[in-house]
Structures are given as C-alpha cells and as structure tokens.
T-cell receptor, first 118, second 111 residues
C-alpha cells in the first residue's frame, strides 16, 4: 500500500482481555517501530524491529506486552490481560533504512489503533 | 525523565501571524531534531528536521532555529493558515536511534 496501515482502527476491550493490534508497514521498509500515545501526550517508544529481528524492546511497559514481526513485514503488538492504564493510541511507524543508516530516522506513521479498556 | 520539553502546550494565532513553538533537550548525544505535525485521528507526519551542524533550516513557511549551546530548538510557522491548525511535536534522536518526543503543542489558527 501507499502508507502504513493499522488495524483495527478502534478496539474496545474489557479489563483482563487479550488484544492483538496489526501493522502493515510500507512495502520494503526495513525498520518498524511501535509507539504508545496517551491522550494529550507525545508518542512514547515501545519497541523496534529491523526486518524480523526485535532489536530494542526497552519501552515495553510490562511483560504483558509482546510484539513480533516473523517475516520481516507485518507486525503484531499483543497485550495480555489488558488494564485500564493500557488505554491509548498505539502507533506503528516504518522506515526504509535501518537505524544508524542515513535516512533511517525518517519515520512514516500509520493512523494508529485507539484502544479503550473498560 | 522527560528528555525533550516542549512549550507552550497550546497557542492561538490569527491567520497570517507567526506561530512559535520551543523545545529544550537534555541529552547532548542527540543529533537529529525533527518536527512532526499531527491532525486529529491521524498519525504524526514529518514536517521538517535539522541536524546540529546548522543553526537554521527553512522549508516554505516552516523554519527551525537551533541553538546547540543552549540545547534548544524552535519551530516558526510564518503566515499561519487555518489549515495549519494541528498538534505539533518536536523530537530528538541520537545515532539514528528511536525518537524521543516532546509533549506536543496544540495550535489553533483563527481566520
């Protein structure tokens, strides 16, 4: 596709449910990032993939959060046993280059998945 | 620890006026400073970026001013238009690594 695609657009979950959020990056993009954006705040880094390798997961807030990108394209962010504090917009971004490569820091963001945990 | 502090949180400007948003950072290893524009319901989109080897960069009506010694940088939107009404985020990264974002500034341009 022409841009980064995320689904679902909106997700309502009951506390304790597991959710899975999908990201389709721009075709051929090497790098993929997940960010969490709370209401009225700036995005906060969660995790980074270069192709299928998860090189940085330092931003994941707890072991309930898990991300994968098994074939180096589509990525899924999974949140187990959701809590109210998980309510936020989850943004996916991709880049044509790896980090530490020229242009690797130019990110293209999707429109996000708005997660509401009741 | 908030590594990138952004101000003001919101501002209102008349059409044709100048919008100015400021950011301060702490990490001297940061070497890439982009500004992103975000409309409601959309993801952030890259607007303009600067590296610390220059003090100013201009693209159309948007200008970044960079002060390395003060560890500050700012975005100036000249001739502000109603279509510029959005939330603006400064950000910073080092060695092409993950971006650290500021808290955002909601800009409203009144016709």
């Amino acid at each position: 596709g022409a841009g980064v695609s995320q689904s679902p657009r909106y997700k309502v979950a009951k506390r304790g449910q597991d959710v899975a959020l999908r990201c389709d990056p721009i075709s051929g993009h090497v790098s993929l990032f997940w960010y969490q954006q709370a209401l009225g705040q700036g995005p906060e880094f969660l995790t980074y993939f270069q192709n299928e390798a998860q090189l940085d997961k330092s931003g994941l807030p707890s072991d309930r959060f898990f991300a994968e990108r098994p074939e180096g394209s589509v990525s899924t962010l999974k949140i187990q046993r959701t809590q109210q504090e998980d309510s936020a917009v989850y943004l996916c971004a991709s880049s044509s280059r790896g980090v530490r490569q020229a242009g690797g820091e130019k990110l293209f963001f999707g429109s996000g998945t708005q997660l509401s945990v009741l | 620890q908030q590594q990138v502090k952004q101000s003001p949180q919101s501002l209102i400007v008349q059409k044709g006026g100048i919008s100015i948003i400021n950011c301060a950072y702490e990490n001297t290893a940061f070497d890439y400073f982009p500004w992103y524009q975000q409309f409601p319901g959309k993801g952030p989109a890259l607007l303009i970026a600067i590296r610390p080897d220059v003090s100013e960069k201009k693209e159309g009506r948007f200008t970044i001013s960079f002060n390395k010694s003060a560890k500050q940088f700012s975005l100036h939107i000249m001739d502000s238009q109603p279509g510029d009404s959005a939330t603006y985020f400064c950000a910073a990264s080092s060695a092409g690594n993950k971006l650290t974002f500021g808290g955002g500034t909601r800009v409203l341009v009144k016709p």
